[in-house]
């Protein structure tokens, strides 16, 4: 798999039980890809689980792995309505990222949808955390399943 893309979606919201178990489970798993050769990390920068993802693959970058973060982004305005420590830990992943895409200049109905779908078709790999299949993370399922990429869904694991 080397020069293998992966990308992430998941939830915006974490489940409580779930809280102290993703977070290593997330870390050996991504390990596990690095190693397998998977060089590049794509995040669509949402609250919750991709702004988790995001900020692991940096510290991995800060700890010597070989490795890049692509984040690509909606709309310039995603994080506009978030609460300001929250932004703020979004604007730091993205001064620090390697490249940031935006679909979109403003927020429209399709922005999110767009931005789910390049996600998978830039990658080889679609690790996510899906619990509930009423979600744009079963959308992004979905379509990776029809796109042939292969799928890690964290949550089945926990």
């Known amino acids: 798999m080397d020069g293998s893309v992966c990308a992430f979606s998941g939830h915006r ?48 970058k800060r700890n010597g792995a070989d490795i890049t973060l692509s984040m690509i982004l909606p709309c310039r305005d ?41 996600l998978v078709d830039e990658s080889d790999i679609l690790l996510c955390y899906l619990v509930r299949e009423a979600s744009g993370t079963a959308f992004t399922r979905n379509y990776a399943i029809d796109r042939d990429r292969k799928i890690i869904n964290l949550a089945d694991l926990l």
């Open 78 to 118: 995603q994080a506009s309505r978030w609460p300001a420590a929250t932004r703020r830990r979004y604007d730091a992943v993205l001064q620090n990222a390697d490249e940031v895409v935006y679909i979109s200049e403003s927020y429209d109905q399709f922005c999110m949808h767009l931005r789910n779908r390049r």
């Open 13 to 60: 919201q974490i489940y409580t039980i779930h809280a102290d178990t993703l977070p290593p489970l997330l870390s050996e798993t991504v390990d596990t890809l690095i190693a397998s050769g998977v060089t590049r990390f794509c995040s669509g920068g949402a609250m919750g689980f991709d702004l988790v993802a995001a900020e692991l693959i940096l510290e991995k």
